[in-house]
T-cell receptor
Framework: DVKVTQSSRYLVKRTGEKVFLECVQD?????MFWYRQDPGLGLRLIYF???????EKGDIPEGYSVSREKKERFSLILESASTNQTSMYLC?????????????FGSGTRLTVV | KNEVEQSPQNLTAQEGEFITINCSYS?????LHWLQQHPGGGIVSLFM???GKKKHGRLIATINIQEKHSSLHITASHPRDSAVYIC???????????FGTGTRLQVTL
């Protein structure tokens, strides 16, 4: 069964901490995405990557950075966590060749910054 | 105004009812996706549409490209259909999606 695995289901961090959210996919997908989901706002794109070491800003990149050193792993980094980054974070991946076959999502990480 | 609008935002139905969720978008698209999110967060792809109609079990999705509108129908609804249904569109050659805010469906016995 193909998978996108997010390392943590729930995470509580303090304001100012550096936070790493990890996402690993086992489908050899080129494209990987980080979204955050907030009530009334839906999913919003933070960053995405089309290939190893490539990254592009999404709609709300401020306060975040990403790393893609290997094809299967896409990490989201909160350089200095703030309370307004409390949210559900979802990782997704898709193949460039079969992009309309669908996207595979991770189970999400619910991050609380206190 | 959001690029992708869904209606209704919330929907309560009794078991067995026919359900329709609507999605309108304001941009040119190459594909439209319907997704399902259960409590707890996991999201599952239901359909991808670029034209016409698709059916999978009790779920039917249609799209009208000229009117920039899509509908998701659930026939003979069941409590296990209770979830948030999300419409998302993909424009051009990029693979990123733009999402609606979702429709929360509750099906009661």
């Amino acid at each position: 069964d193909v998978k996108v695995t997010q390392s943590s289901r729930y995470l509580v961090k303090r304001t100012g901490e550096k936070v790493f959210l990890e996402c690993v996919q086992d489908m050899d997908h080129e494209n990987m995405f980080w979204y955050r989901q907030d009530p009334g706002l839906g999913l919003r794109l933070i960053y995405f990557s089309y290939d190893v070491k490539m990254k592009e800003k999404g709609d709300i990149p401020e306060g975040y950075s990403v790393s893609r050193e290997k094809k299967e792993r896409f990490s989201l980094i909160l350089e200095s966590a703030s309370t307004n980054q409390t949210s559900m974070y979802l990782c997704a991946s898709t193949s460039q060749a079969t992009v309309d076959d669908g996207y595979t999502f991770g189970s999400g990480t619910r991050l609380t910054v206190v | 105004k959001n690029e992708v609008e869904q209606s209704p935002q919330n929907l309560t139905a009794q078991e067995g009812e026919f359900i329709t969720i609507n999605c309108s978008y304001s941009v040119g698209i190459s594909a439209l996706h319907w997704l399902q999110q259960h409590p707890g967060g996991g999201i599952v792809s239901l359909f991808m549409l670029s034209s016409g109609k698709k059916k999978h079990g009790r779920l039917i999705a249609t799209i009208n490209i000229q009117e920039k509108h899509s509908s998701l129908h659930i026939t003979a609804s069941h409590p296990r259909d209770s979830a948030v249904y999300i419409c998302a569109v993909r424009g051009g050659t990029a693979s990123k999606l733009t999402f609606g805010t979702g429709t929360r469906l509750q099906v009661t016995l």
